[in-house]
């Protein structure tokens, strides 16, 4: 049995409860994936810039996240709804690469058996225009 002061049907506050699970996780993941369980400043306009910062980054790495799901080309063993930022993270920002100068360029040389490449290029090639 539930007691609540809300006003809308009992259908509608189990929807809400189920809602803010996810709102949960999605906090969750913001303090731990992305490391901001204890800011860093004594001052509130300090901590307001970096959680501003930590924001902007996750939402990058959740639109990346969905962005990978949109082929089959991720090498993943399951199929997925979403990825969580640590697993992007993981998987398309910590890719192996070094950075080759070569004839007055600078380019970026990524392993050619990296089997998360394929997915990245898709990606950088999407949002890159």
């Known amino acids: 049995m539930f007691?609540?002061?809300l006003t809308c049907s009992?259908?509608?506050?189990?929807?809400?409860?189920r809602d803010h699970a996810t709102s949960e996780q999605f906090h969750s993941e913001l303090k731990t994936d992305l490391n901001l369980k204890r800011l860093p400043s004594g001052k509130f306009a300090a901590?307001?810039?970096v959680l501003c910062a930590g924001l902007v980054a996750y939402n990058l790495l959740r639109a990346i996240g969905?962005?990978?799901?949109q082929e089959p080309d991720a090498p993943v063993?399951?199929?997925v709804n979403r990825r969580r930022v640590k697993?992007?993270?993981?998987?398309l920002i910590w890719l192996v690469s070094r950075m080759v100068e070569h004839a007055r360029q600078t380019k970026l040389r990524f392993d050619r058996h990296s089997l998360w490449f394929p997915t990245f290029r898709r990606i950088y090639m999407s949002l890159s225009g």
Do not use: A, G, H
């Open 3 to 5: 007691f609540t002061t």
């Open 87 to 91: 697993t992007v993270i993981e998987n």
């Open 66 to 69: 969905q962005i990978s799901l």
């Open 47 to 49: 901590n307001d810039l």
């Open 77 to 79: 063993l399951t199929k």
């Open 10 to 17: 009992p259908w509608q506050v189990i929807r809400l409860y």
